[in-house]
């Protein structure tokens, strides 16, 4: 029995040297000291032993169980230190590289400069509305004192869903809604997507943006409307620039107005930028008509109000000397990674 315990000691100890790794470890392990393994079998033997060798053998084998035990731990251990010195190999990093630059987006140009025109109403105490794209006949042309019949409806030439529902041609639908749901005081802009069918060139597109804006109070005249969007004009072009008020014609206000601004390139002179008129169109306004202020339930003799419509994509052209309407929605990277 001392020499098949031995040759146990010396056999597992050969057998886990050359072990090549844990799984192999652990296999040995259950061979030699699991309950069916090689020495668990010995002992069993040990009942036929006299009464004097059966201490000297329970020591031995409990030596040779020791040794086993320590040999396994010791491989293990090894093994464990070689797979983390192949892991540091494997996965160093150079952290001298230089890293790979995400690709960062930009704002586009219309929202840069929208958010400028934004934060000038706000400044004045403007809140921002919105409405619906896919608009009924009623608000964008009905209540808006443009009847069925009315010649303004060919000047802007509507995609329509059916009889009753449209793409809105103009952001002024938006007035009429806000008044419906607000009495005044009212002071909001409201920006947004417009859709006309028009052909595609330099300056046309079907759809472009406008910016409304709405003012109604007790008392307001023709003075705060002059006042507010001369203010305007002069935060987006700097305090130099002159504006002008022309006579126009709206439907939905009374009177009606355009407003010019000086051409910055000539000073009035008249060059190719204004072609040649010295002045550059920026917006349309006027008094809201009372027919409207009436379309809404607001009594046109307690309360009065004025109205703008802004057109953004030639406000921004401008800014940026942008001569092709059409760079807005191509999306060519190579144009709106310059903003
Ligand atoms: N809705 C007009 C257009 O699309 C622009 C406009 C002009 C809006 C005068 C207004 C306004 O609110 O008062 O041509």
Redesign the pocket.
């Known amino acids: 029995m001392k020499t098949q315990l031995e040759q146990i000691r010396a056999q597992a100890a050969e057998e886990l040297h050359a072990a090549a790794d844990l799984k192999q470890v652990d296999d040995l392990r259950v061979r030699y000291l699991g309950k069916k393994g090689e020495l668990t079998a010995i002992l069993k033997q040990m009942g036929k032993l006299s009464a004097e060798e059966r201490p000297v053998m329970g020591q031995l084998a409990n030596e040779v169980r020791a040794a086993i035990e320590e040999k396994i731990a010791q491989r293990q251990q090894e093994l464990k230190a070689a797979a983390l010195e192949q892991q540091l190999i494997t996965e160093k990093i150079d952290v001298t590289m230089p890293g790979v630059k995400p690709a960062l987006g930009k704002q586009h140009p219309l929202s840069l400069v929208l958010d400028e025109l934004k934060e000038i109403f706000l400044g004045m105490g403007f809140e921002v509305a919105s409405g619906p794209e896919v608009e009924y006949d009623y608000y964008n042309f009905e209540a808006?004192n443009i009847p069925k019949d009315h010649p303004a409806r060919d000047?802007?030439d509507t995609f329509y869903i059916n009889d009753n529902i449209l793409l809105r041609?103009?952001?002024?639908p938006v007035?009429i809604r806000v008044m419906e749901n607000k009495k005044p005081p009212v002071r909001m802009i409201s920006p947004g997507r417009?859709y006309r069918s028009d052909a595609v060139d330099a300056t046309h597109s079907p759809l472009f943006h406008?910016i409304?804006?709405?003012v109604v109070d007790k008392g307001i005249t023709m003075a705060d409307l002059k006042g507010t969007l001369e203010m305007f004009a002069k935060k987006l072009y700097g305090d130099d620039i002159k504006v002008r008020f022309r006579p126009?014609h709206?439907p939905?206000?009374e009177p009606?107005a355009?407003m010019d601004a000086m051409c910055f390139a000539c000073h009035g002179e008249g060059c190719r930028l204004c072609k040649g008129e010295g002045w550059i169109e920026i917006?349309?306004?006027?008094m809201?008509h009372p027919k409207v202020l009436q379309n809404c339930g607001i009594d046109p003799e307690e309360y009065s109000g004025?109205?703008?419509?802004?057109?953004l994509e030639r406000i921004v052209m401008r800014r940026y000397n942008i001569d092709d309407l059409r760079l807005f929605y191509e999306n060519d990277l190579r144009f709106l990674n310059q903003f």
């Open positions: 808006l000047t802007q041609t103009q952001t002024s007035q417009v406008q409304e804006g709405l126009h709206f939905f206000t009606s355009e917006l349309g306004a006027g809201v004025f109205a703008f419509g802004i057109g």
